[in-house]
């Protein structure tokens, strides 16, 4: 188990419920409502995936990398929708804004953000399936 994932987990939880008394104040309600949603999806995974860490076979390099991108990734998800919702970006997400669009800095950053969070749920995601690659001991015994 990895306790530090764990707590990650039901820190972002805590922030989609804080989140979702913002819902009120957002420019783009249902965006705000996306951030809200990604944040508890989010803590739940990083729950999830600290309950089952010692089952990846990865190496310590590899440990820490899939660590911080599931943690950038989960928060960052958050952030840029987050932004988003309050700033009325929604360029990059055109069904949750409903083609809503704000100035050329609240879109990059909220791009960049979301972009971001592609890359390393992608990364994040390739280590986890390398890390249940083969039979384990477990595995092994059944």
């Known amino acids: 188990?990895?306790?530090?994932?764990?707590?990650?987990g039901f820190v972002l939880i805590l922030l989609a419920l804080l989140t979702g008394f913002l819902l009120p104040a957002v420019e783009?309600?249902?965006?705000?409502?996306?951030?809200?949603?990604i944040?508890?999806?989010?803590g739940v995974l990083?729950?999830?995936i600290g309950a089952v860490w010692p089952v990846f076979q990865l190496s310590a390099r590899q440990c820490q990398v899939m660590y911080w991108t599931w943690v950038y990734a989960s928060y960052a998800n958050w952030l840029g929708c987050l932004?988003?919702?309050?700033?009325?970006a929604g360029r990059m997400t055109p069904v949750a804004s409903a083609g809503?669009?704000?100035?050329?800095?609240?879109?990059?950053?909220?791009?960049?953000?979301?972009?971001?969070?592609?890359?390393?749920s992608l990364v994040a995601v390739g280590l986890a399936i390398w890390g249940l690659r083969g039979r384990g001991a477990e595995d092994a015994a059944r």
Do not use: D, Q, Y
Request: proline share 4%; charged share 10%; glycine share 12%.
């Open 28 to 37: 783009i309600p249902r965006l705000g409502l996306s951030a809200h949603t």
């Open 39 to 42: 944040a508890i999806l989010g």
């Open 83 to 88: 932004i988003g919702a309050f700033t009325g």
């Open 1 to 8: 188990m990895n306790r530090p994932l764990i707590r990650h």
């Open 100 to 120: 809503a669009e704000a100035g050329a800095v609240a879109e990059a950053v909220v791009a960049a953000l979301l972009i971001s969070v592609a890359l390393t």
């Open 46 to 48: 990083l729950i999830g």
